[in-house]
């Protein structure tokens, strides 16, 4: 079958052949010039995807929840004839359903929120938090969990509730499936420590145990390489003072190895050893509560 630009050219060259004829050399002109422009094939589709080359995605930082002090996005909008009705707060905000994943197509363009897209950074698309937000996400089928910073809208197919980075979805391990069932939880940026409305009763262990503070620490990476673990606390140790451990954890698939600078006595004592490691251009880290 002729593809239409094909049967539009030959339209053409006809034309241009009878305006030779005719003794009119601006149709032949333009005639030849639309011959150049038309062509038997469409524009190329552009898809998504994962980069051309391998990511150590272990060696990049969750993202850390920063209280936001401007005004959050959270007006309504249209899209395709839906009406989308943003919260205006994202606190004690839960949701389970399907998460997917973008990545070559949209990075380097600008997200909802007004930033640049970094398919290796740890970011988030939701229909309906706020902008900005944080959350935590877990996929239900390996426990892994991670924390973005939610800075996009989106997913809009399907049943979809949340679209990942492409480096959040590798963290999580579903890179290669395009989607995976998780659970969706609000970070508190104002809140690092559990707290209960009442004193505990005498002698209950439980709630007293709810009344201590969690200790915080800064993780600075999670390596599938104990030698590369160990190697990195050195060279923390260098840079900070504060005490830097490494623990391992395993899951379903492999183990990995956390390196981690704590406890530490506040969150802002926290943000300031993520400033050291900066300047020293060793990643930040993100705050990790336990």
């Keep these: 079958m002729m593809c239409m630009q094909c049967s539009s050219m030959e339209s053409i060259e006809q034309r241009a052949s009878t305006g030779a004829e005719t003794g009119k050399p601006w149709i032949v002109l333009a005639g030849m010039i639309l011959i150049l422009l038309a062509g038997c094939s469409a524009p190329p589709m552009v898809r998504d995807g994962a980069p051309s080359q391998d990511v150590d995605v ?3 930082p969750d993202a850390v929840p920063q209280p936001h002090y401007g005004p959050l996005k959270s007006s309504p909008y249209q899209l395709a004839g839906v009406s989308y009705q943003p919260l205006a707060s994202a606190a004690g905000f839960r949701q389970e359903g399907v998460a997917s ?14 930033e640049t897209y970094n398919m290796y950074a740890m970011t988030a698309a939701h229909k309906t938090l706020p902008l900005p937000s944080y959350v935590r996400v877990t996929n239900k089928t390996n426990g892994r969990s991670v924390v973005l910073r939610v800075n996009d809208r989106g ?6 509730v949340i679209d990942l980075s492409y480096a959040a979805a590798k963290k999580l391990g579903f890179q290669n499936k395009g989607t995976a069932n998780v659970v969706i939880e609000a970070v508190d940026t104002t809140q690092p420590v559990r707290q209960v409305a009442q004193a505990p009763a005498a002698g209950n262990s439980d709630e ?12 600075v990476a999670a390596l599938s390489s104990r030698t590369g673990a160990e190697a990195l606390q050195k060279r923390l140790q260098q840079v900070i ?14 183990a990995l190895y956390r390196v981690r600078v704590g406890p530490l006595p506040n969150r802002s004592d926290a943000l300031k050893v993520g400033e050291l490691l900066a300047e020293a251009s ?8 336990e």
């Excluded at 997913?155 to 979809?160: A, E, L, S, T």
């Design 58 to 60: 272990s060696q990049i």
């Design 241 to 254: 003072t504060q005490p830097v451990r490494v623990s391992r954890v395993e899951d379903e698939t492999d």
């Design 101 to 114: 994943w973008y990545g070559t197509k949209f990075h380097g363009r600008k997200t909802a929120n007004g």
């Design 208 to 219: 007293a145990a709810a009344l201590t503070p969690l200790s915080i620490y800064l993780q």
């Design 282 to 289: 060793i990643e930040r880290g993100h705050l990790v509560f």
């Design 155 to 160: 997913p809009f197919h399907g049943n979809r």
